[in-house]
């Protein structure tokens, strides 16, 4: 690490949201990148171990003295704690410390992975409740009444990945081969985000401090409706496909029914605030069927992004044609890897 080099120390770097952060971070040597991670042989870890300017610190997140010594002589912090694996009572908790312990150890600057305050933007109506995104925009809130000296902040606000469409969200063929995109989702649409276009927001958030210090940048490539799903995966492939509309007895009778808890990592599975996946994806998807067309709950001024992120795919069909999609499975989510989330 040279001495012009900024340190960015990066918590959860090794997810599906960390990889492209920390490769666009560290693409021309102006950032150096330390991970924090319990794992340096995962596959994960391997593949970033061979970028230049990345290096690794052993320890858990959820540990107070591994984050002390993780966060010694780091210039920044970016922060994306993963409440899906240890639900939002925790990363509530963690979010809040790791600002906390990052001040005190002389961060300059600290940005939170964010997503969107669901329950709150729907007027505190319990039907768009969902646990790892409301935990995730509380601790938003209260960071975004912190001071921005002497440790400036900054907030990432992303949305559903839209490489999921090759694993949590991908369509399945049916009896005549035809690839079925189904969803409860209604006439809604889930405002997708392409995530190597992720990384170069964040990118952008370090590399201009005058617009960015105390912004909540929400991003996201489009609104996307699964009927406009059906219709860019033929036009691209050539391949029949469908939109099915499901209810939500039909989608969470697929899996299982939904009474699983969300918070597989949680150290008490027995802790009352933990959301079924029926209960936590309920909400996730009621969201989505009340913002389509970008004028319902969530929104995104793709005006804005335009500006900031001039060469960002714009459009379902522009990243099908970009990455080559097939529909077909790829791993992208770590939960998914790792055997933690039910396809």
């Known amino acids: 690490m040279s001495s012009s080099q900024k340190l960015v120390l990066a918590i959860g770097g090794t997810g599906a949201q960390g990889m492209p952060v920390v490769k666009s971070l560290t693409k021309d040597g102006k950032y150096a990148v330390r991970i924090m991670t319990r794992n340096t042989s ?3 870890s391997s593949e970033l171990a061979s970028l230049p300017n990345v290096s690794f610190h052993v320890g858990d997140p959820h540990n107070e003295e591994d984050l002390h010594e993780a966060f010694k002589g780091v210039d920044y912090a970016f922060v994306n704690l993963n409440g899906f694996a240890i639900g939002e009572k ?13 001040r005190s150890m002389g961060c300059k600057w600290f940005v939170w992975g964010n997503l969107d305050y669901g329950l709150k933007k729907g007027k505190y109506d319990e039907k768009y409740r969902c646990g790892h995104y409301d935990g995730k925009g509380r601790v938003a809130e209260w960071i975004e009444h912190q001071p921005t000296q002497p440790m400036a902040w900054s907030m990432l606000t992303s949305s559903p990945y839209m490489e999921m469409l090759s694993e949590f969200l991908r369509p399945k ?4 081969g035809t690839y ?7 006439d809604g649409a889930v405002p997708f985000i392409h995530l190597e276009d992720l990384g170069h927001y964040t990118r952008w958030i370090f590399d201009h401090p005058e617009r960015s210090v105390g912004l909540d940048l929400e991003i996201a490539t489009a609104h996307v409706g699964w009927q406009e799903l059906a219709t860019s995966f033929t036009k691209v492939t050539g391949k029949p496909a469908v939109y099915k509309p499901l209810t939500d007895d039909e989608y969470f009778g697929l899996r299982g029914g939904g009474a699983w808890k969300v918070g597989h990592s949680a150290t008490d599975k027995e802790d ?3 959301l079924t996946f029926r209960k936590n994806f309920g909400g ?7 913002s389509g067309n970008n004028t319902g709950v969530i929104r995104r001024d793709y005006s804005f992004l335009d500006e900031i992120l001039p060469g960002r795919v714009k459009s379902v069909e522009e990243w099908m044609i970009k990455v080559g999609y097939t529909g077909n499975q790829l791993i992208v989510l770590k939960d998914w890897e790792d055997g933690k989330f039910p396809g």
Not at 92 to 101: A, H, L, Q, S, T
Not at 173 to 176: A, L, V
């Open 284 to 290: 996730w998807w009621q969201l989505w069927k009340d």
């Open 272 to 274: 009352p605030t933990l």
């Open 173 to 176: 063929q049916d009896e005549n």
């Open 42 to 44: 995962h596959t994960r």
């Open 90 to 102: 925790a990363e509530v908790f963690w979010g809040m410390r790791i600002f906390e312990i990052a």
């Open 180 to 186: 079925v995109f189904s969803a409860p989702l209604g």
